[in-house]
T-cell receptor, first 115, second 111 residues
Framework: DGGITQSPKYLFRKEGQNVTLSCEQNLNHDAMYWYRQDPGQGLRLIYYSQIVNDFQKGDIAEGYSVSREKKESFPLTVTSAQKNPTAFYLC??????????????FGPGTRLTVL | DAKTTQPTSMDCAEGRAANLPCNHSTISGNEYVYWYRQIHSQGPQYIIHGLKNNETNEMASLIITEDRKSSTLILPHATLRDTAVYYCIVRAVSGNTPLVFGKGTRLSVIA
């Protein structure tokens, strides 16, 4: 099946530990995105990448880092510098083509709880 | 910041049409209106998008006013499975600029 995989669905970490969230897609999409969602709120953009080996900060990049070494993978690291890391994290991807709308497909999300 | 305004919540009886409004008074000429929905604890799902003409697909219809300052998403026969948060988003058509989400409208379909 084609799609976006995020693992694990639930993740628990102790305060002060870095944690890496996985996002893999087999849709051959060029662009990938990371969003964060807090209870009762909309999604906020953390980072996005339009091509391999390139990425841009979103609105709330502080305390996070990403890499894009492969087209199909866009892991997000939540560092100890992130003050309130407990949240629902969503990864998305879209095909890159100029001049037309490219639907964003979302993964199932990872719920991170920092104890 | 999101460029759209939506009611916080709405109720709809099962089997009836659900009409979800959205205001986007500052929309630019090159921006489309998109609708996504998010069922609890899942990733958002694309529903429909449009520029200035009304659009219809298997999920919903999108009615955009002539001045493009507002739109309405219509679910013609709402079911319990349509209970979700619905997001109205404006975005330029070209490239892959990320979506900017507001808080959306929480639609509750009631049996």
């Amino acid at each position: 099946d084609g799609g976006i995989t995020q693992s694990p669905k639930y993740l628990f970490r102790k305060e002060g530990q870095n944690v890496t969230l996985s996002c893999e897609q087999n849709l051959n999409h060029d662009a990938m995105y990371w969003y964060r969602q807090d209870p009762g709120q909309g999604l906020r953009l953390i980072y996005y990448s339009q091509i391999v080996n390139d990425f841009q900060k979103g609105d709330i990049a502080e305390g996070y880092s990403v890499s894009r070494e492969k087209k199909e993978s866009f892991p997000l690291t939540v560092t100890s510098a992130q003050k309130n890391p407990t949240a629902f994290y969503l990864c998305a991807s879209s095909i890159q083509s100029g001049g037309s709308y490219n639907e964003q497909f979302f993964g199932p999300g990872t719920r991170l709880t920092v104890l | 910041d999101a460029k759209t305004t939506q009611p916080t919540s709405m109720d709809c009886a099962e089997g009836r049409a659900a009409n979800l409004p959205c205001n986007h008074s500052t929309i630019s000429g090159n921006e489309y209106v998109y609708w996504y929905r998010q069922i609890h604890s899942q990733g958002p799902q694309y529903i429909i998008h449009g520029l200035k003409n009304n659009e219809t697909n298997e999920m919903a219809s999108l009615i955009i006013t002539e001045d493009r300052k507002s739109s309405t998403l219509i679910l013609p026969h709402a079911t319990l499975r349509d209970t979700a948060v619905y997001y109205c988003i404006v975005r330029a058509v070209s490239g892959n600029t990320p979506l900017v989400f507001g808080k959306g409208t929480r639609l509750s379909v009631i049996a």
